[in-house]
């Protein structure tokens, strides 16, 4: 099991989870979730951080360890505009996106 997002980092919840087709989907942004792979790291610790787009989602409708993975982190977010969509006609809070592409030069910059 995973230990709660403020247990890893002292990060707040996320300002909105929302589920699609099973998977919680959390809003988190880049700063937040570097700031989380940061404290990780500084605490010498390890985490999974999982980025959730729609093809994940739609293979987790179908593998049911896939989607308990992404259910059990303590820390996700949307890398994908399709999950953005979903939430949308869903009637649910469009979590924000980002890729670890976007994020990867701000994350290597931090320092402990």
């Known amino acids: 099991m995973n230990p709660e997002p403020s247990a890893i ?3 707040p919840p996320a300002s909105a989870t929302v589920d699609i087709l099973g998977l919680r989907v959390q809003s988190r942004g880049q700063d937040e979730v570097n700031e989380a792979i940061g404290a990780v790291v500084r605490a010498g610790g390890h985490a999974i951080i999982p980025n ?3 093809h994940f989602a739609n ?3 179908r593998l049911p360890w ?6 059990g982190a303590a820390v996700n ?3 994908g505009v ?5 939430a949308r ?4 809070p469009v979590p924000r996106r980002f890729t670890f592409a976007d994020s990867i030069d701000s994350l290597a910059g931090q320092r402990g």
């Open 9 to 11: 980092s002292g990060l």
């Open 77 to 79: 977010f949307c890398d």
């Open 66 to 71: 896939l989607r308990e993975f992404f259910n």
């Open 52 to 54: 959730v787009n729609i």
């Open 59 to 61: 293979l987790a409708v």
């Open 89 to 92: 006609i869903l009637g649910h």
């Open 82 to 86: 399709g999950i953005q969509l979903a």
